[in-house]
């Protein structure tokens, strides 16, 4: 019997779903074929359908991925002092905002999570995860005197992730800026948590 290498078959599902997202922010779910999917990621259908029985499980499985990014990071910002650690978070919640093309996925997610309940409610899962990940970061770099916290710390780390958000929404301005956007941010982030403070 043929035994299946759990690494291999991991970089394999890795590969295909990053190929699906960039034709999602591209063309959008509903234009992007699997065809499509198959023709850029070098792939046979049957090859496909062997990782996902459907384009919409590939589709999930993106935020899938995004959960277990997130979760990676934060185990990176754990190592580091706490408010190290939400700056760390915070730029990695922001890099998508860099490249048009994956902001626009954030954009067709939400269109789609509109229509797709389970898809709704993965990504309200990885919402809160997040959220609660965060504010845990942000109580302890409140309780080492790095930050100020004006409000609690689940709501502070609402904000934080709204403001994050509020960055997606620009990109369809053509005079858009992500970087000098992203710096204003940070700005706002650490005169909101007082980081800046003398």
Known sequence: MRTVDPAKHAQKKRHITDTA?????????DRTTVADICRRAGISTGSLFHYF??????????????????????????ALSPWDGVQLVIDHLAAPALD????????????????DPELSALISRNELALRDELAALLHQAHDAGQ?????SARTAASWVQGLVDALFTRIVDPDFDATEQVTTLRLILSRFLGADAP
């Not at 997202?21 to 779910?29: C, D, H, I, N, R």
């Not at 029985?53 to 754990?78: H, L, M, S």
């Not at 930050?147 to 409000?151: A, E, R, S």
């Open 21 to 29: 997202a960039g034709l999602f922010a591209e063309k959008g779910f």
């Open 53 to 78: 029985p459907t384009k919409r499980a590939i589709f999930q499985e993106v935020f899938e991925q995004d959960g277990q990014d997130n979760a990676e990071v934060f185990a990176k910002a754990r």
């Open 100 to 115: 048009r093309a994956v902001a626009g996925l954030v954009l067709e997610v939400v269109a789609q999570a509109s229509r």
């Open 147 to 151: 930050i100020t916290l004006p409000v």
